[in-house]
């Protein structure tokens, strides 16, 4: 059977989607006995999932019989297929939220069979990277709503062996009182909640913390005065060894200075925007140490401030995550805002127009009232000439001066308006003049003014 054609012959039923989903898992059993690349056949299988002839949380089935048939070390070097199929493995675990718990179950699962060396400490992280590309941001399974801290990471020492075997320097300024000290606070900051239980076990983490940091400020790392900074290699370690005699070399290495700052930075960002509110004198304390710490750190050799910046912009963003926790981890999706248009065939009433009033005491105010324009037919407010146009002309024509639209009220009150937007002087002028006659006497002399000039223009 071809197997680039198999989605083509297959159809919608569920009997039909467990059968190719069978027949799938069969022939990549065989690619994996026999050694054989499997991303070609997963790769289909992706295909297979899109045009919808399978269900799609079959190709988390198929990547757990992947995961359960490499070794640790082959999935190591195959993993690279997932991280770049991340993007079509996320739009599958959006068609179908059922195949969610099937992705974390592989996942989870092939975590639990990892050690705790360096090596595959880095592909937990790529693993965990992966993981959070694959699930949308919201899955409770990368929340840890109840703040849950693993305990069982454990880093146990003998102090009364130790001292019996401590051999210091007579140079070294680190004493045994000082190992203890470290790594009873290494012990506290693994479930560093318990900080917070009473009072005492907060004096003693301050006291230890101090301690600490002042030894990495007086103590001077060992550095080879030819070392070159970009020949270094990123190779880094997760576990140090809690020998007394080892301590004062421990001290000195930048690994080991660098590493130990970064826990006291994540301690602090816990103890500042975790669950339990401290107290102003607390929270003053718990930041002192952490610009001594953010110090320190930036001067540690090989990148320091590069580093120091980095781990800041993690915090920050750590700090916000913890916040929308907080908040009951709130959809980042903003609802579509939708206009309610009213169906066709509803009939939409008319605007109802402003009542009418009979009487404002004034006719003139009665008309202007219960006039009906429109914003269309307003054509604005006139310009003082052509307003003045038409008392000009009865002027002229020598029309009786009782009957002159001059001497009427509401227009001498219209003129007076639209004279007073044109120029203040006039209306200055007209004052000056006698009451009651003073726009007549004001037109007739600008009339007289505009025959001479054309006179004299002639």
């Keep these: 059977m071809r197997w680039d054609k198999l989605y083509l012959i297959v159809g919608d039923a569920p009997r039909e989607h467990s059968g190719i989903e069978t027949a799938f898992r069969f022939h990549l059993d065989h690619l994996i006995r026999n050694q054989l690349d499997v991303d070609n056949f997963l790769e289909l299988a992706i295909l297979v999932i899109n045009k919808g002839k399978m269900r799609p949380k079959a190709i988390f089935i198929l990547l757990q019989d992947i995961f359960r048939g490499y070794s640790n070390k082959d999935c190591s070097n195959w993993f690279?297929?997932?991280?770049?199929?991340?993007?079509?493995?996320?739009?599958?675990?959006?068609?179908?939220?059922?195949?969610?718990?099937?992705?974390?179950?592989?996942?989870t699962g092939l975590l639990k069979n990892l050690s705790k060396t360096s090596e595959e400490t880095t592909f937990c992280g790529r693993i965990l990277v992966a993981l959070t590309r694959i699930l949308p941001l919201s899955d409770p399974s990368g929340v840890n709503?109840?703040?849950?801290?693993?305990?069982?990471?454990?880093?146990?020492?003998?102090?009364?062996?130790?001292?019996?075997?401590?051999?210091?320097?007579?140079?070294?300024?680190?004493?045994?009182?000082?190992?203890?000290?470290?790594?009873?606070l290494i012990q506290i900051m693994q479930n560093i909640p318990t900080v917070l239980e009473n009072q005492e076990t907060w004096n003693i983490f301050l006291e230890n913390s101090s301690s600490v940091l002042e030894t990495f400020k007086n103590v001077e790392l060992d550095i080879p005065d030819d070392l070159d900074e970009s020949e270094l290699s990123d190779a880094y370690f997760t576990k140090f060894l809690t020998f007394a005699k080892l301590i004062n070399l421990e001290f000195k290495d930048p690994y080991f200075r660098r590493h130990i700052l970064i826990q006291f930075l994540i301690c602090f960002q816990y103890l500042l925007s975790g669950p339990t509110k401290l107290s102003d004198k607390k929270e003053s304390d718990i930041r002192s140490l952490r610009r001594n710490t953010r110090s320190l750190l930036s001067k540690t050799f090989n990148q320091g401030q590069s580093i120091s910046r980095s781990i800041s912009n993690a915090l920050n963003r750590e700090h916000n995550w913890m916040e929308w926790k907080k908040e009951g981890c709130p959809s980042f999706e903003n609802k579509e805002l939708k206009r309610k248009l009213p169906p066709e065939d509803l009939e939409v009433e008319p605007t109802p127009k402003r009542p009418k009033y009979d009487s404002f005491g004034e006719s003139v105010l009665d008309s202007l009232w219960n006039e009906s324009l429109t914003i269309d037919e307003f054509d604005g407010m006139k310009k003082g000439e052509d307003f003045l146009q038409n008392a000009l002309d009865e002027i002229d024509e020598e029309l009786p001066k009782e009957m002159r639209m001059v001497r009427e009220p509401v227009y001498i009150w219209k003129a007076m308006r639209v004279l007073s937007r044109t120029s203040f002087n006039t209306i200055q002028d007209i004052g000056s003049l006698k009451k009651d006659e003073e726009l007549e006497i004001w037109m007739e002399k600008k009339k007289g003014v505009h025959n001479n000039q054309a006179m004299d223009e002639e």
């Design 145 to 184: 709503k109840k703040g849950l801290i693993n305990t069982d990471n454990i880093t146990e020492f003998n102090v009364d062996a130790e001292r019996n075997e401590m051999v210091l320097e007579d140079d070294s300024p680190i004493e045994f009182k000082l190992h203890s000290k470290f790594w009873s």
């Design 80 to 107: 690279s297929f997932i991280e770049k199929h991340s993007k079509d493995l996320h739009e599958i675990c959006n068609i179908d939220s059922s195949s969610k718990p099937v992705a974390v179950k592989g996942f």
